[in-house]
Structures are given as C-alpha cells and as structure tokens.
C-alpha cells in the first residue's frame, strides 16, 4: 500500500505555549563569531519546534540579531507566533512551516534588532508565544515488501521457536527418566527408623504440622496452645521471657513430616 503523492492530510490543533528564554553575555556574544543559539521549545508526539537566534548576525545582515523559529517536525504545520522583547514585538500568523529538512522549515526576522539598538543587553529575555493552528497528519504507509519481508521474519522465528521446543520436549524427557530412576531407588530402600518430633515441655504433645511453637530467648519451645494459658508467662525450662514464632523450626519440622 502506497500513499498518493501531491495529497496530505491536516488536521487542527489548538496547542498554545509560551515561553520565556534568558541569554546572559549577550551583548557580548553580538561581537563574536557568528553562531546560531538554539533552543528546543515545543516537543509533542508528532510537533517539534525550536528558537534560533544569531546574535552576531549573518552575512547579509551582520549588523543585527535575527531571530527565526523552526518546524523539527516530520509533518508541515501553520503556526501563529510572537517573539519579543521589552519595547519590541514581532509577529506572524498563519505561517506555513515545512516539515524538518526543506527550505521552508524556519520562519523569523533577520533585522529583529540592531546590534546599537538600546535593548541589547547584558542578559537578554525574549518571549516566545506558540500557537499551532493545523499540522499535517503522519503518514503510516507501509509497502508490500515491507510486509512481505515481515512475514518471513515471522517465519524465521517460528521456525526458531520450534527448534527450542523440539530441544526442550528431549531434554525434559531425560529428566524424568532420570525422575523415575530415582523413585525406583526410594521405592528398594529399606524403611528409615521414626524421625523423633520435638515435644512441649508443658503438655508433652508433639509439636508437628501444623502446630505453632513458640520461641523463648534461650531457644526453648512449647506449642501455642499452652503459651496462651495465663499462668504460661515465662519458659519453664529457663524462665526466660516468650519471644515470637519458631518460624525456622515449624519450617524444618513441615519439611520432615508435611503439612499434615
């Protein structure tokens, strides 16, 4: 699919900025070399304007500061804009401004002030007012060998994807043959002696899943059950005060019998 050339689209717009840019040095900087300022102003999805400023002047006009807005953009725009400083103020309305890369991208004045004028000064301000009135809509066109191209990267990935699973699918089965190696192995062994359970000193149950234990400082344990009993107040192993949840321990102790 191709988009018709000599057609573009606009649509309005109603993006207003304003600005305030401060330059010290500037008188100075009229009596250098010839350099163009640049300040970045307007930066939207699609919109990108900035200010530029010659304080030396250009060769046709070097005895001035210009002073010029440009489009950035990838799309043409009408703008209404202002530039000013104290006593002076310049403006345009419905400016057309090419997209970035044309002659016709940078609008302005190259005789906004001369370089005697009694505005110039040390520290300069100028105020910059925005108004974009219409801008042209971004083309999404997209040609045939581009989708085509797309398609066999979508292939190649498949393919790809395919491969790992393939490789995937053998490693798994590796592992659980080695899986069933091992249970074979558990199901020969002999049957292991009874795992000894901790037990309250207080009730003398054993403490398994899913009881809680309570910790003491001196790393004494009894069940919850019987630390909520009001005469329960300090360990009775070492009198020491009740500290919070063994955590660790009903962790190790689910790890040896389950959670029951």
Avoid at 31 to 59: Q, R, Y
Avoid at 158 to 172: F, N, P
Avoid at 183 to 208: G, S, V
Wanted: proline share 5%; glycine share 6%.
């Amino acid at each position: 699919m191709s988009v018709a050339e000599g057609i573009q689209a606009f649509e309005f717009s109603n993006v207003r900025k304003t600005y305030e840019v401060t330059i010290e040095n500037f008188r100075m900087k009229t009596k250098g070399a010839k350099t163009t300022l640049v300040v970045n102003l307007l930066s939207t999805e699609n919109l990108k304007f900035s200010l530029e400023i010659d304080p030396a002047g250009n060769t046709m006009y070097p005895n001035h500061v210009g002073v010029y807005l440009r489009n950035n953009s990838l799309v043409d725009a009408t703008v209404n804009y202002s530039v000013s400083v104290v006593g002076q103020i310049l403006k345009e309305n419905n400016a057309l401004f090419k997209k970035v890369g044309t002659v016709e991208s940078s609008w302005g004045w190259p005789t906004f002030l001369r370089h005697e004028d009694y505005r110039i000064k040390d520290m300069m301000v100028f105020s910059v007012k925005l108004h974009v009135v219409k801008a042209g809509v971004v083309s999404q066109a997209v040609s045939l060998q581009n989708v085509l191209a797309q398609n066999i990267k979508i292939e190649e990935n498949i393919v790809a994807i395919t491969e790992k699973l393939s490789s995937l699918e053998a490693t798994t089965a590796t592992k659980f043959e080695a899986l069933d190696a091992i249970a074979n192995t558990i199901q020969t062994c002999p049957p292991a002696r009874p795992i000894p359970c901790p037990e309250c000193p207080i009730c003398l149950d054993d403490m398994k899943p899913p009881t809680k234990i309570i910790q003491c400082k001196g790393g004494h344990f009894i069940c919850e059950k019987c630390r909520s009993r009001p005469s329960v107040q300090f360990c009775p192993s070492c009198r020491e005060e009740f500290i919070g949840r063994a955590v660790g321990i009903e962790g190790y102790l689910r790890q040896l019998f389950g959670n029951n």
